[in-house]
């Protein structure tokens, strides 16, 4: 089925241009993704200057800190399969760093989960970085050897503090916990099962170096460009090269958050995808950004786009996306600009263009049989409120007419009678509980610490 965006291909492609003009760069790739598929994608002026070569969708770029949510996404696997705790110390998989320093209290308050969210306290940047040469030392193993150089700056907890060294280190957690080094464990566990074969490290394979975009320095008093400096060697934090086509399976992969378990190209449950996206706490007190797991959600006008950008010397990235809608987008400049303005730019287009198509229809999704008798009306004796359970949308929802956005989804036990509230509300995590009548009928359902008595209709 075509989608909607399509029929703004213009605006986008015009949006794109001029963004690239205006901010004096060689070019750019970007692209809109819609569900499942890359629905629109274009290069603007120049992969290579000096070839006159044009980006195309599989033209490669540094994506730089992009790579952090593929590194997060790990980690969140390792989690599903029990070899780690969100909430375990660093030193409790990377012990030398219990030397490292820790003047706000132990080092054990610094935890996989803060890191994770840029709220651990550690220090920006691994000890000796200047980022104007570049100087970097991206091999975590030369830095585990000097721990005493490495600790927290700022208490953990107590604001955002954006850290590569943090990410660093959990690249170094997955390579433990799976027994894997981390390379091949980001490759065999989610590029290779979401079919990103152009997505890797450095050095990069024969086939891909030919695709690469050349990154240039900024243009401040001419317009002559600069090749930007060699940058070494990167890995969890940042060392990712990829393409348009590739990110968009990525990007593609985000709205899967009602899928199932952990099964092939579904590399994260549906419900740690929807973990992933789901802000932690809020960075600036306008509420316009929060942190989430490995990725950042951004409020523009009345839209919040889950994100994450990225640079390193000669690229600026940006990948975006409604979850709610199913729209995203990704701006891969090889120069220096806010490749986040670009992105959101194109996919809020792109938004539009689905809000405003007419709606597809589909048949309703089949009822299991087993749930026709639990729907109903049923009754609060505490407080008179009312509440329906209805098969909605493919779940078996409870609605309230006093509060629209309490909508509880619940998941099927082995029991007929027992489900498990969804994330998202009060009862989360809970039971309910329905109990029945010696004639089989249901007379209650026990929800969030209350017994609710069902309505029977009345006989003609």
């Not at 629905?39 to 195309?56: K, L, N, T």
């Not at 992009?66 to 599903?80: P, V």
Request: glycine share 8%.
């Amino acid at each position: 089925m075509t989608s909607p965006v399509t029929a703004v291909a213009d605006r986008l492609e015009a949006k794109a241009a001029s963004f690239v003009k205006e901010n004096r760069l060689p070019g750019a790739a970007v692209g809109v993704v819609h569900g499942d598929e890359l629905v629109w994608s274009a290069g603007v002026g120049f992969a290579d200057v000096a070839s006159r070569r044009a980006p195309e969708a599989s033209t490669l770029y540094r994506i730089a800190s992009i790579t952090k949510t593929l590194t997060g996404a790990a980690i969140m696997q390792l989690r599903d399969e029990g070899k780690l705790h969100l909430d375990d110390p660093i030193v409790a998989h990377i012990p030398e760093l219990r030397n490292a320093q820790s003047p706000f209290g132990p080092i054990e308050t610094v935890t996989i989960r803060r890191m994770l969210s840029h709220e651990s306290g550690l220090m920006s940047e691994p000890p000796g970085t200047d980022w104007a040469e570049p100087t970097y030392e991206g091999v975590v193993e030369r830095n585990l050897a000097r721990p005493e150089d490495i600790g927290t700056r700022v208490a953990p907890n107590t604001q955002w503090k954006y850290s590569n060294l943090a990410y660093q280190l959990l690249g170094e957690v997955v390579a433990r916990a799976s027994g894997e080094p981390y390379v091949e464990r980001l490759r065999a566990a989610i590029l290779e099962p979401l079919r990103m074969a152009s997505t890797a490290f450095e050095p990069l394979p024969e086939e891909l170096l030919a695709r690469r975009a050349t990154g240039y320095s900024g243009r401040w008093f001419t317009d002559e460009l600069d090749v930007a400096l060699v940058m070494p060697p990167v890995w969890a934090e940042g060392g990712l090269w990829s393409s348009v086509e590739d990110l968009a399976r990525w990007l593609s992969f985000q709205f899967r958050t009602e899928a199932g378990p952990r099964a092939g190209a579904q590399i994260l449950s549906g419900s740690t995808l929807k973990e992933t996206h789901t802000p932690r706490y809020l960075v600036d007190e306008a509420w316009t950004e929060a942190w989430c797991v490995a990725w950042y959600a951004m409020r523009r006008e009345d839209v919040v786009w889950v994100q994450h950008s990225g640079g390193l010397p000669g690229f600026s990235t940006n990948l975006c996306f409604d979850p709610k809608e199913r729209v995203g987008a990704m701006a891969l400049l090889n120069g220096i600009g806010d490749a986040e303005v670009l992105a959101m730019d194109l996919a809020g287009i792109g938004r539009t263009a689905v809000r405003e198509a007419a709606p597809v229809i589909e048949p309703p999704a089949a009822m299991p049989e087993s749930h026709g008798s639990l729907l109903g009306i049923y009754i609060s004796p505490q407080s008179g409120e009312l509440i329906r359970l209805e098969w909605r949308d493919a779940k078996l929802m409870f609605v309230s007419a006093d509060d629209p956005v309490w909508r509880p989804t619940l998941t099927a036990t082995n029991d007929p009678d027992v489900f498990t509230v969804d994330p998202g509300f009060r009862p989360s995590g809970e039971p309910a509980t329905f109990a029945r009548t010696d004639d089989g009928r249901v007379r209650s359902v026990f929800l969030g610490g209350e017994t609710w008595a069902r309505l029977d209709p009345v006989s003609a």
